[in-house]
């Protein structure tokens, strides 16, 4: 089992910047891979960012160049540093985990990018 608690959202003006955090109930270098998902209101969920325990990353086309997903073996933590951000980008993002072929997924945390 893995525990996944999201935190960072917020609410952010147009061009401004976001660090969300996952922080994880056991070794992110135990799980095969974790990923941002995101869903805004009367969308269906879609992948933002992934990475993988030997540190490869994948981004959503929407998002590279914008976003960067990092983690952190000594906290259990996945990061998502998000940059540009724009009205597009609200949403509430969720955590996700990979391992032993099961998914487990976080609460979400609000983003409102607005003015």
């Known amino acids: 089992q893995v525990q996944l608690v999201e935190s960072g959202g917020g609410l952010v003006q147009p061009g401004g910047s976001l660090r969300l955090s996952c922080a994880a109930s056991?070794?992110?270098?135990?799980?095969?891979?974790m990923g941002w998902y995101r869903q805004a209101p009367g969308k269906q969920r879609e992948l933002v960012a992934t990475i993988t325990n030997s540190g490869n990353t994948g981004y959503a086309d929407s998002v590279k160049g914008r976003v960067t997903i990092s983690g952190d073996g000594a906290k259990n933590t996945v990061y998502l540093q998000m940059n540009s951000l724009q009205p597009e980008d609200t949403a509430e993002y969720y955590c996700?985990?990979?391992?032993?072929?099961?998914?487990?997924w976080g609460k979400g945390t609000l983003v409102t990018v607005s003015s």
């Open positions: 996700k985990a990979r391992s032993l072929g099961v998914d487990y």
């Open positions: 056991r070794s992110i270098l135990a799980i095969t891979y």
